[in-house]
C-alpha cells in the first residue's frame, strides 16, 4: 500500500479508502438495507489486511445496516488498525441536541467509543446556513473535546461558490469530502475546489473516483478508446490512477462492491503515485473525455443567465441531470438526484411553458421543448 498525507493532521493515509455505501445487498449491489454482512465483513478486513487504514461510512447508508456490518468488520483487533470515518445527517438535525442523539446512536450501531473523524454528511449552501443557525460546529467541538470524536469535517454536494464559502466559514475544519474523478473537474467543488481546501490545510477526501461505478463500465466508444491504453490498464484502474497522480487528493475512497473489487484497486493503489501519469496518460484520458462529452445532448455550458426562472426550475441542473444520463447510458443516478435533491418547482416536471428563459439563453437551446422531454427521462 502506498500512503500519503492526510492535510495538516501529521498522519498518512492509505491511497485507497473503503467507502461502505455500496456493500453487496442481497437484492444485488445498491442501497438496500439487506447487506451481506459476512461478504463485506471479509471486503472490509481484505481491504485493511491489504494496508487500507481508512474507512467511511454514514448514518444513511443501506437504511443504517452500512454502520451495523462495518463495526462488526471492525471487531477481532480491526479497529486498531484503521481511523473510522462517519457522518452526521445534518438533514435531519432539528435542534442542536439532534447533534448528540444521531452520534450516540452511531457510536452504539458501531460498536465504536470514538469517531475518528466526524463529517457534517452533504452539505450545501443551504444546508450550511442551517447548521450555522442551529450552532451544530459548537457541538461537535464539545464531542472532540470529551473524546466522542477526533477531527471535524464536511462531505460536500453543491457547486464551487458554496464550497468555498463553507470552507471559509468555519477555521476548525480538518478533512472535506468531495466527489471528484476526471469527469468531475468543473462540477461540484471540482478541481478549483480541491486545491483550494488543499491549499488550506484540509485532507482532501475523493469520493466517488469511478463516478459510483460509471467509469469502470465506459459505453462502448469510450471503451474503445481507452483499450488503446499501452499498458493495458482497465478503464478503473485508469480513473483511481488519475485521481492519485495528483498531490491535493489525500486519500480515493471507493465503494467496492465485491472482494475481486478490492483485491483490483488495492492492486491499483500499490502502483499509485503523485506525478505517475504522463503526457500520453493524460491524452488518453482527454479522448475518453471528449468521447464522453460528444455524448452530450443539450448544449447547456450552465451559464445560468435563463434564471431565475420565475416558477422556480432550476434549468441547468436539469439539463446538466438530462446529459449525464445520457453521456453514460444509464438514468439510475440522474433520476436519485433529480428526486433527492431537487424541489419539486425546481424539477423540469415544473415548467409552465411560459417561454421567459429562452430568449436570455445565449445557445438558444429551445428549453421549453426541452423540459418535458427531460421530465420523462428524470422523472421515470
Ligand atoms: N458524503 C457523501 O455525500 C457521499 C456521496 C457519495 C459517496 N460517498 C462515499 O464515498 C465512497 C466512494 O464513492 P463511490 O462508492 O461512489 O465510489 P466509486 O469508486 O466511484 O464507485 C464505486 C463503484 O464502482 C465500481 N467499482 C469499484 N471498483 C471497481 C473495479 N475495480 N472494477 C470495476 N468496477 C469497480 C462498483 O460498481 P458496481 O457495483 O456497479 O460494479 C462500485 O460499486 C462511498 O462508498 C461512500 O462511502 C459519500
Ligand atoms: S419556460 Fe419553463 S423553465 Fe422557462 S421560465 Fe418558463 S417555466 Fe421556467
Ligand atoms: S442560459 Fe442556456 S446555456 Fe445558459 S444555463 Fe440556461 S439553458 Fe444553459
Not at 8 to 26: E, I, Q, Y
Not at 178 to 203: C, F, P, S, V, W
Not at 279 to 288: K, N, S, V
Amino acid at each position: 500500500m502506498r500512503f500519503r498525507p492526510f492535510g495538516r493532521t501529521g498522519w498518512d493515509v492509505s491511497a485507497l479508502g473503503f467507502g461502505c455505501m455500496r456493500l453487496p445487498t442481497k437484492d444485488g449491489r445498491g442501497a438496500g438495507d439487506q447487506v451481506e454482512a459476512e461478504e463485506s465483513i471479509a471486503m472490509i478486513r481484505a481491504a485493511i489486511d491489504g494496508g487500507v487504514n481508512y474507512v467511511d461510512t454514514a448514518y444513511p447508508y443501506h437504511n443504517g445496516a452500512s454502520e451495523v456490518v462495518l463495526g462488526r468488520a471492525l471487531r477481532d483487533g480491526y479497529r486498531d488498525k484503521v481511523r473510522l470515518a462517519t457522518k452526521s445527517p445534518v438533514w435531519m438535525l432539528q435542534k442542536a441536541e439532534d447533534f448528540d442523539d444521531y452520534l450516540r446512536e452511531q457510536m452504539t450501531r458501531l460498536q465504536a467509543e470514538h469517531i475518528d473523524y466526524y463529517l457534517l454528511h452533504a452539505l450545501n449552501g443551504p444546508r450550511w446556513e442551517s447548521m450555522r443557525k442551529l450552532e451544530i460546529l459548537r457541538r461537535a467541538e464539545n464531542a472532540v473535546r470529551d473524546g466522542r470524536i477526533g477531527h471535524i469535517g464536511f462531505s460536500f454536494h453543491d457547486g464551487y461558490p458554496a464550497f468555498e464559502k463553507i470552507v471559509d466559514g468555519y477555521s476548525g475544519w480538518e478533512l472535506c469530502q468531495i466527489q471528484y474523478n476526471y469527469m468531475d473537474t468543473e462540477n461540484q467543488a471540482g478541481t478549483k475546489g480541491l486545491r483550494y481546501a488543499a491549499a488550506k490545510g484540509l485532507a482532501v477526501v475523493i469520493m466517488e473516483p469511478l463516478l459510483g461505478g460509471r467509469l469502470a463500465n465506459p459505453p462502448a466508444a469510450v471503451a474503445e478508446i481507452l483499450a488503446g491504453d499501452a499498458k493495458g490498464r482497465t478503464a478503473a484502474d485508469l480513473a483511481l490512477q488519475w485521481v492519485w497522480d495528483q498531490p491535493e487528493a489525500a486519500t480515493a475512497l471507493s465503494g467496492m462492491g465485491s472482494l475481486a473489487q478490492v483485491q483490483e484497486n488495492l492492486g491499483s493503489a500499490e502502483r499509485s503515485g503523485v506525478g505517475s501519469f504522463g503526457p500520453e496518460d493524460f491524452a488518453l484520458i482527454e479522448r475518453a473525455r471528449s468521447a464522453y462529452r460528444e455524448r452530450t445532448v443539450i448544449p447547456c455550458t450552465r451559464c445560468g443567465y435563463c434564471l431565475p426562472c420565475p416558477n422556480g426550475v432550476n434549468i441547468p441542473r436539469n439539463f446538466e441531470l438530462a446529459n449525464d444520463a445520457a453521456i453514460h447510458d444509464d438514468p439510475a443516478v440522474p433520476r436519485l438526484l433529480y428526486d433527492r435533491f431537487l424541489e419539486e418547482n425546481e424539477r423540469a416536471g415544473a415548467c409552465v411553458q411560459c417561454g421567459e428563459c429562452e430568449e436570455k439563453c445565449p445557445q438558444s437551446i429551445p428549453i421549453r421543448e426541452w423540459m418535458p422531454k427531460v421530465h420523462k427521462v428524470l422523472g421515470g
